[in-house]
Structures are given as C-alpha cells and as structure tokens.
C-alpha cells in the first residue's frame, strides 16, 4: 500500500533527514529539490511492488577486513 505524504510532510522529512547527515537545507532548496524527492519516493513504491522469487533477490558479499 503507498504511503501518502502532503508536501508540507514531505519537505518536514527532507528537512529532518538533511539535518541527521549534517546539512542545512534552506526553505528554497527544499522547495527547489521537492519534485526530485518526490520522484525518488514514488521509484520507491514502485520497485517495492516488484515481487522476486528469492533466488533473483540482490544478493552482497561483504569482505571483513581482519586486523
């Protein structure tokens, strides 16, 4: 089911995420970037609705460095 968010809640989550990685987003740049992340959050929900068979999910090895 998609998430439906107004664009005052988007631009609230754009906010609050520029400022956990340490950024400082003005109004006009989140309001200059909104359309992207609305997109962005639309191409979520869309590959979220793709069902794959397990042996087609993505699948990272991850390399521990020892020492």
Do not use: Q, W
């Not at 956990?20 to 309001?31: F, K, Q, S």
């Not at 869309?46 to 990272?60: A, C, D, G, K, S």
């Amino acid at each position: 089911m998609p998430i439906t968010l107004s664009d005052a809640e988007i631009k609230e989550l754009m906010k609050l995420l520029a400022r956990a990685a340490d950024l400082n987003l003005t109004d006009e740049r989140v309001e200059r970037d909104l359309p992207a992340y609305k997109g962005h959050l639309a191409a979520i929900e869309r590959i979220r609705t793709v069902t794959l068979p397990v042996e087609m999910e993505p699948f990272r090895t991850v390399k521990r460095e020892v020492g």
